[in-house]
């Protein structure tokens, strides 16, 4: 495995890929054997990008392997589908997947996505209309939200 680290307005994004993406997730440092390819610099400067205001979408999602169950991958197929600068809850998830009482298992799910801001886990909220859960804390979910136009 190999991996590239770059900053951004979120903290060091670190990205580990083979031949395609594994993961994409925030990081306390860089680790000093990091590798940039062609790969890894497609994906970098896509999040650039995106956390400029320049992109609402992102390209060559072909080129992403993340690990998971067939479940999670159901997961991230419907999270792909939630656009730019809209939301969507749980229980809205569930049903996407044919699943409409697996509300938790939706969460669980949700919570191990290994592709940050990519598979946009980070426009799923509660019910109720509140922030909900987040791998890197509310504050960031809520700062992700605010590039995309949602203020929380």
Do not use: W
């Not at 083979?18 to 000093?32: A, C, N, P, S």
């Not at 419907?78 to 749980?90: E, N, Q, V, W």
């Not at 592709?115 to 979910?141: E, M, T």
């Amino acid at each position: 495995m190999k991996y590239g680290y770059f900053k951004s307005q979120l903290g060091i994004i670190k990205i580990s890929y083979e031949k395609k993406i594994r993961k994409i997730e925030l990081v306390d440092k860089i680790d000093e054997n990091s590798e940039e390819n062609e790969l890894f610099n497609i994906f970098k400067k896509q999040l650039l990008d995106y956390f400029e205001g320049k992109r609402t979408d992102f390209d060559h999602l072909d080129l992403l392997d993340p690990k998971g169950t067939a479940f999670q991958k159901s997961v991230r197929e419907a999270l792909l589908k939630i656009p730019y600068g809209k939301t969507r809850s749980y229980k809205e998830i569930a049903k996407a997947i044919g699943k409409p009482r697996a509300t938790q298992a939706v969460g669980t799910a949700i919570g191990k996505n290994p592709i940050l801001i990519i598979v946009p886990c980070h426009r799923v909220i509660k019910a109720d209309g509140s922030l909900g859960n987040f791998s890197y804390g509310s504050q960031i979910k809520a700062k992700i939200l605010k590039i995309e136009g949602i203020n929380f």
